[in-house]
């Protein structure tokens, strides 16, 4: 079998297994954030301080995550220069999954892990 070949059976099969899982994976927010301190966005025990509950967080998921809207982008410079990279990792990553998106927050403050 060619490398190619391989690689995208691989790839199939790793995507087999994370739709049969869950229909949100925040494996790929482990670049950007920590549940317990900040990286490159806001620590996500801060962001679930800021919105309570998974329904308010998914509010504004669902409203187009507007800068405007989010409690810490808007109110600190540091992760509002951060904004568009933020919109980007939303549209390619939460949208369409806005739910399970906040709520897989939740549950890894609540757990401690992502």
């Given amino acids: 079998m060619g490398k190619t070949l391989k690689l995208v059976v691989a790839a199939a099969g790793l995507l087999t297994i994370s739709a049969t899982a869950s229909a949100f994976s925040t494996g790929p927010c482990k670049a950007c954030h ?44 540091k992760f509002k220069a951060q904004a568009a990279l933020m919109t980007g990792q939303f549209n390619a990553l939460i949208k369409g999954h806005e739910d399970d998106a906040a709520k897989a927050l939740f549950e890894a403050v609540k757990t401690g892990k992502m």
């Fill in 34 to 77: 920590a549940v317990d301190h900040d990286v490159v966005g806001p620590a996500w025990k801060r962001v679930a301080e800021k919105y309570g509950s998974a329904d308010a967080l998914a509010k504004v998921f669902k409203g187009g995550f507007k800068v405007e809207d989010r409690k810490i982008a808007s109110t600190e410079p």
